[in-house]
């Protein structure tokens, strides 16, 4: 870890500017993957800024029914909101899901969205690894991909998302605020997420410079009937090998209304269109979820060794929608 | 002068007796210091680096640039490095491991092989100078692969005989009215105690002295003297509270480079290892590649076995995990071939883990006892108590003890098992299929020459000494209870200082053996107090102090099988749609020897099991086939059991003694992993009707069975 | 020694169960690093260094953190509660006091970090903060007991490699009962 400087911002337009003004500073959050990256040596910035004291920790209830949740929320905070809870509570349950209760007390709304893969190349500087040091090639494409991606890769990465969070949030239409230092902007959580292409390095739309300052979740009905299920490799404390953000409304046995969201199968938290399409005005029973899975998943592209995701996928995608289904019948 | 006698008989009585750990104040306040927390002035900090390829040799080192940062002090490789004596045979009859002997030459036999330490005022510096150091190497094509079959397997002996035969196993085999021939792996299990190796050497007043986390102060003290070639009066080894090891913490990497840097600098250095670090120089549990073949006739009873098993180590250093040992103890057969084969690869030295041998080649045999019980339509129990052996199966020796029945049948009425439905995949709890399954389990129980120091104070109390080491296992509070009852008084009055290599040589807490060994010593020098005490009518300011050494009295003990015992039970529920699996109950039933401390002897049983269902479903260390380094070596990256994965074990035991042993103990450090692995692995083909034959169960591995056919399959 | 202030290091005051600490830091010190290589509080411990574990489990601001991954010069300002701090002089807290007495430790080098983290896994639950396997996560939900599946998930963040987690959570659930009885005979006093 090289030496850096360090500096606390007291308000947004400060830490832009603060951040501006060194090209190799970044901003700090809880610090739960930003300095474990620098200690491992995949981040080297020049300079912190710590944006933990700005005024962006509170949840906000908007006045169309939505919420705004300040960046520097932490995990555990979203997660023990009431109106998280009561709205989205497949939001709470993803954000429970991560990590540890230590890490979400730390981990902030903005750096959760912003956190690196977990693929092990990612983090071996002997390996090559094209997010790391593009044109260095991929390792996992040839080497260790149980847990990598099924959907949206390309030959140059093939690593996946570790948010749960991130899945939440996309499959609730969330949308990203942010200040640049040429002003603020707003971005779909689903645009925020660059395809991985050729330039895998390039994660997300943020303009150089920017700080994330608020997710905005619309109001959304369907999701006080949501649900997460995360599937992995201990039953805590690790992250997802496949997981699953579902919201269901059902009336008179259709489907009137359906949201699907996708982890650890692709780049980025994947927002299941194809699937919600097919869901939408069908009867909400075991043959139209697995039709809604497996169009969803027809597009998957597994490697040697994470063809199981397919599967897994398809009969989590079953599972968690069969449960939303009885509870709504109930 | 003080005039004091040992108390009345009637206080006999602290062994067997639930009592808290000695020093469990200390851990749960913090005051416990454990390696890497003992402050010195002008400490200096060591960071090793290691190597990136995985075969090949070093070309250059720039130290150039590393020795003008400010704050770096010296760094240390082949080109400098003093030379070592690595040319003997070590305490416990093994080589030193080249590992460990670091910077001799310019060869890279693996990949994260120490190249080179560098030593700064402050860790901060060490690390980002560790990190800037260029090390350039001339790569060579690697082979870090284990396969069945593998051209380069070769029969070794380690720590037994490397292969075992008698009788015709084809005739046997063919004569067999059942038949199990499967293939099993178990994956590299890393020991990922929670305190990675630290070490600080010094220099002091011409003696060298080094603070360390080991299961053996006298072990490590003697092969630092020998290794830098001290008289070993002049090395002294310290490790009084040490945060695990499970057999990770021999002789390493960071104890020598301390030692070389502390003499370069003359002050002294602290070496810890990063945890990424103990992957490659921790040693580890090599993968293992077995077959079992199994025949019996219509009863179920024996009449071929054969257990082979095969093994990596590295080009440095040969270790044998010897799976194949099982059956020489467990089971018996007309017919009976056992064989370890190595084969030697681009990889690290592993060497012993929790269980050695036993732990990943009870899963075989295990596993393959319950698909011949499927087979032959015979209970899983019933099969195991109808292949009871009279004496040992290969030694022809006789049993110490052997109380496996017992075991079973305690183990069996304790879970329910009679109300077992025999059937596969056929109980249901909401998404969850559920199942049952047991294994049985054996280990080693033996003792080691140690000697003790016993001292009659003259306030009346007495101290023990002895270089024993207390990794966890409440070995402190073992002998504590053990000397009170030895020198007939109350634990209150008995000191127990351990974990100094100046108390004399000892035993390392090892192979189940250490508070066996130890308790030996201790009692033998308290009975000698105590003839010494009954002869005096006054102690002296200094007190009076007895040594022991069992050494003659070991000797003269007679050839037997001599052995812990156990029956695990596990129940399980399997979702087959997304491959998770919770084990919703355990219970394990030994027979361990005499029980010392049921309080911590519980917790090592429980512990035990613990590992055991790890390493039934998440323990599975990575490697990469094209660098030949470890994928993900972390805590994140190789998953150990957490709270959640952990149900409500239970442990007990059934009457057991050791006739031989004056407390009459046995171990219980390792019993507790044996067959829990497989118990777990036969509880999931109960429920799901799918044989996993390829440890860990993962997720996927669950999946991908469960979707490529209905019914019983296979994994 | 790193200078008092420059580009790449600052005085900073830490407040460590309750005392001042002035004292330089590189800023690549981490708050770990702080308690046991500047402050010789060494009882919490370093098991991991990237915050897999739970070995440096704090308290900070009352709520429970890994000290590995929090930046020192980002502690400032801080109320920091370190295992050294829990126990009331020589009176040790209910959940050390149920460690010792019911083994919740083997090796001893987890224990500082599940002490840590039981304390305030105690505290989140009365609050009624949700865990990932509450049931019904509704606000307005009646209180839900700490069951020993609660207690496990939320203690999950610890590893103890001698795998004591079945005397750990008794030990936990020990703790909790009594804290319970306290917060119970609170009430009562202040309803009285």
């Known amino acids: 870890m090289r030496e850096f400087g360090y500096q606390r911002a007291h308000d947004v337009a400060g830490a832009v500017a603060l951040l501006a003004a060194d090209p190799d500073a970044r901003y700090l959050g809880g610090g739960t993957n930003l300095v474990d990256l620098m200690k491992t040596g995949v981040e080297r910035p020049a300079r912190l800024v710590d944006v933990r004291e700005l005024p962006l920790d509170r949840v906000e209830s908007t006045t169309d029914g939505g919420l705004r949740i300040g960046a520097t929320v932490t995990n555990s905070d979203l997660a023990a909101d009431p109106d998280v809870r009561r709205r989205y509570p497949a939001l709470a349950q993803a954000v429970l899901a991560g990590a540890s209760g230590q890490l979400r007390n730390m981990a902030t709304v903005g750096g959760n969205l912003l956190q690196r893969t977990r693929c092990g190349y990612f983090t071996d500087l002997a390996a090559p690894c094209n997010k790391r040091a593009p044109g260095a090639g991929c390792s996992a494409v040839t080497g260790e991909h149980h847990n990598h991606a099924v959907l949206g890769a390309s030959d140059h990465c093939v690593a996946v998302h570790p948010s749960d969070m991130g899945v939440a949030l996309t499959a609730f239409d969330a949308r990203i605020s942010y200040e640049s230092p040429d002003g603020p902007g707003e971005a779909p959580i689903t645009d925020f997420y660059l395809p991985v292409s050729d330039t895998p390095h390039r994660e997300t739309a943020l303009p150089p410079g920017a700080l994330i300052t608020h997710v905005t979740l619309p109001a959304a009905p369907v999701a006080a009937r949501s649900r997460y299920r995360k599937v992995r490799e201990r039953a805590s404390y690790a992250f997802a090998i496949g997981s699953v953000a579902a919201a269901l409304t059902v009336e008179d046995g259709v489907v009137r209304e359906a949201r699907l969201a996708l982890g650890a199968v692709a780049s980025r938290p994947w927002r299941a269109r194809a699937a919600e399409a097919v869901l939408t005005g069908a009867p909400a029973d075991g043959a139209s979820f697995a039709a809604a899975a497996d169009a969803e998943l027809a597009a998957a592209r597994p490697l040697p060794h994470n063809g199981y995701k397919v599967t897994l996928m398809r009969n989590l995608v079953v599972s968690v929608l069969t449960e939303l289904a009885g509870e709504d019948a109930r | ?715 | 020694m790193a200078p008092a202030t420059s580009s790449t290091s600052s005085a900073i005051t830490l407040n460590i169960n309750g005392e001042k600490h002035h004292l330089p830091v590189d800023h690549r010190t981490t708050l770990l690093d702080a308690l046991r290589e500047r402050l010789d509080l060494t009882g919490t411990k370093k098991g991991c260094d990237q915050g897999q574990c739970g070995a440096c489990t704090v308290l900070v601001d009352q709520r429970r953190a890994v000290s590995c991954l929090t930046l020192a010069v980002a502690a400032e300002g801080r109320e920091i509660t370190t295992i050294e701090g829990v126990a009331e002089g020589d009176e040790l807290h209910p959940v050390q006091q149920a460690f010792l007495d019911l083994d919740g430790y083997q090796c001893g080098y987890c224990t500082p970090g599940q002490i840590c983290s039981a304390i305030a896994v105690i505290e989140e639950h009365a609050a009624g903060r949700p865990s990932a396997v509450t049931e019904d996560l509704s606000p307005e939900a009646a209180p839900q007991p700490l069951t020993p599946e609660e207690i496990r998930e939320r203690m999950s963040g610890n590893l103890c490699r001698c795998g004591a987690y079945v005397s750990i959570v008794r030990a936990v659930a020990r703790a909790a009962e009594a804290h319970a009885e306290t917060r119970t005979a609170g009430a009562k006093e202040t309803t009285a």
């Open chain 2, 1 to 715: 002068m003080t005039t004091t006698t040992p108390g009345p008989s009637a206080l006999r009585g602290a062994v067997g007796t639930a009592h808290t750990r000695i020093e469990g104040r200390d851990k749960v306040t913090g005051a416990a210091r454990y390696a890497g927390e003992i402050p010195y002035p002008e400490l200096a900090h060591g960071w090793l680096v290691l190597s990136t390829v995985a075969r090949g040799r070093i070309l250059d080192v720039e130290t150039g640039p590393i020795l003008a940062m400010p704050g770096v002090l010296t760094v240390l490789h082949h080109g400098n490095a003093p030379r070592l004596h690595t040319d003997y045979i070590g305490m416990l009859g093994v080589p030193p491991d080249p590992t460990s002997a670091v910077f001799q030459d310019d060869r890279v036999p693996f990949a994260g092989w120490p190249v080179a330490l560098v030593v700064a005022e402050t860790p901060e510096v060490a690390r980002e100078a560790a990190e800037a150091l260029v090390v350039t190497y001339e790569r060579e094509p690697h082979d870090t692969e284990l396969v069945a079959g593998h051209p380069g397997a070769y029969a070794a002996d380690g720590h037994m005989p490397a292969e075992t035969e008698k009788g015709d196993l084809e005739a046997r085999l063919a004569d067999s009215a059942f038949v199990v021939d499967e293939e099993y792996t178990t994956p590299e299990e890393q020991h990922s105690m929670m305190e990675p190796h630290a070490a600080t050497a010094r220099w002091d007043g011409g003696r060298l002295e080094v603070v360390d986390s080991n299961q053996g102060a006298g072990w490590v003290q003697s092969e630092l003297a020998t290794m830098f070639s001290l008289d070993a009066s002049a090395v002294r080894v310290r490790s009084e509270h040490i945060g695990g090891g499970f057999g990770s913490k021999g002789l390493r990497a960071h104890q020598v480079s301390a030692v070389m840097a502390a003499t370069a600098l003359q002050r002294p250095v602290r070496v810890v290892l990063t945890r990424r670090q103990t992957f490659s120089l921790g040693g580890y549990r090599s993968p293992t590649a077995q077959r079992v073949r199994l025949g019996a006739d219509p009863d179920g009873r024996l009449l071929a076995l054969e257990h082979r098993s095969l093994n990596q180590t590295s080009t440095v250093y040969e270790f044998v995990e010897p799976s194949a040992g099982v059956a020489r103890v467990m089971y018996d057969a007309e017919a009976h071939r056992t064989a370890n084969h190595v084969v030697r690869l681009d990889v690290p030295s592993p060497t012993w883990m929790r269980a050695p041998g036993e732990a990943p080649g009870s899963f075989a045999v295990e596993v393959a006892l319950d698909e011949l019980a499927a087979r032959a339509g015979l209970d899983p129990i019933d099969l195991r108590l109808r292949n009871e052996p009279e004496v040992g199966p290969v030694s022809g020796l006789p049993f110490s003890s052997r109380n496996l029945a017992a075991c079973l049948h305690e183990g069996a009425r304790r879970f329910g098992w009679a109300d077992r439905d025999p059937r596969p995949g056929v109980r249901r709890d909401g998404r969850w299929l559920l199942g049952t399954g047991t294994a049985a389990a054996s280990f080693g129980a033996g003792a080691a020459p140690s000697t003790a120091l016993v001292t009659a104070e003259a306030d009346g109390s007495f101290t023990v000494r002895i270089t024993a080491a207390d990794i966890g296992t409440g070995a402190r509070t073992a002998l504590t209870l053990i000397a009170a009852d030895a020198l007939e008084t109350t634990p209150d009055r008995v000191r127990v200082r351990i974990g100094d290599s100046d108390f004399g040589p000892a035993m390392i807490a090892g192979g189940s053996m250490g508070t066996r060994s130890w308790a030996w010593a201790v009692t033998a020098a308290a009975a000698d107090l105590r003839e010494r005490l009954a002869m005096t009518t006054g102690i002296p300011p200094e007190g009076i102090t007895v040594r022991s050494d069992t050494t003659e009295a070991l000797g003269a003990l007679a050839q037997k099988e001599r052995h812990s015992y156990g029956a695990q039970f596990a129940e399980v529920a399997v979702d087959t749609a997304t491959g998770e699996i919770r084990v919703r109950r355990m219970l394990g039933i030994f027979a361990a020897g005499r029980i010392v401390n049921p309080l911590t002897a519980r917790n090592q049983l429980v512990g035990g099991m613990t590992w055991g269902i790890s390493m039934a479903l998440h323990e599975e260390a990575v490697r990469d086939r094209n660098t030949g380094g470890h994928y993900a070596p972390d805590l994140a990256g190789y998953h150990v059991a957490t709270h959640a994965d952990v149900p409500d074990i239970e442990a007990d035991w059934v009457d057991d003694h050791d006739p031989d042993d004056p407390v009459g103990i046995k171990g219980v450090g390792e019993i507790g992993i044996v067959g829990a692995a497989a118990a777990v692995a036969n509880a999931v083909h109960h429920a799901t009707g799918v044989r996993h034959r390829h440890l860990p169960i993962r997720p996927d591995r669950v999946v991908a069975a469960a979707g490529s056919a209905g019914g019983a399959v296979d994994a």
